[in-house]
């Protein structure tokens, strides 16, 4: 799958080992996992077979992302940016959003 991030400043983030671990400690382990998953991945369907990652729609104002835990409570945000949301398979292109605890 296709992987971007919403700001330059997110990517940075994710890119470097030394400055995620600085910003999100030890989740930092869990996020570079997803984010290899995400690129190993051809689409979001396979995403959703890996079980750990407990792909999810997300409600509410946040309709239309979806998530993937890392280390509870703390998801990935993403976004599809092609295909039919309805069918995962067709998404090939995502956008990381963000990393929260949206609860």
Request: net charge positive.
């Amino acid at each position: 799958m296709q992987v971007s991030f919403s700001s330059n400043k997110f990517k940075k983030i994710c890119e470097d080992e030394k400055i995620l671990k600085m910003t999100y400690g030890d989740r930092a382990l869990s996020v570079i996992q997803r984010l290899n998953e995400f690129q190993a991945a051809e689409n979001l369907h396979d995403i959703l077979r890996l079980p750990h990652t407990r792909l999810h729609r997300l409600k509410g104002n946040m309709n239309g992302y979806f998530a993937v835990d890392i280390k509870q409570p703390y998801r990935i945000i993403i976004w599809p940016e092609n295909g039919n949301r309805n069918d995962l398979k067709t998404i090939t292109k995502i956008e990381c959003v963000k990393i929260e605890d949206y609860h």
